[in-house]
């Protein structure tokens, strides 16, 4: 069983547990539609740093239709 060389003191002890804690997450809010968002992520709009990226709107079979013709 593995034991200690030395005491680790409290000072220590914290140093190592610092990075531990957990952060807030980042948001960002879009230009277009005001709505707050991850970083690096689209809206549920389908909108990506005030560019609409992806047409949510419109139903799927709608689209795949359009492809196949």
Known sequence: MAVQKSKVTRSRKGQ????????ASKLSIDPV???K???HQMTKD???KG??????R???K???EETSA
Do not use: V
């Open 16 to 23: 190592r547990r610092s990075h531990d804690s957990l952060k």
């Open 33 to 35: 539609s005001g709505e």
């Open 37 to 39: 968002h991850l970083r």
């Open 46 to 48: 389908g909108f990506y």
């Open 51 to 56: 560019r609409l990226i992806k047409d949510l």
């Open 58 to 60: 419109k139903p799927i």
């Open 62 to 64: 709608e689209e795949a």
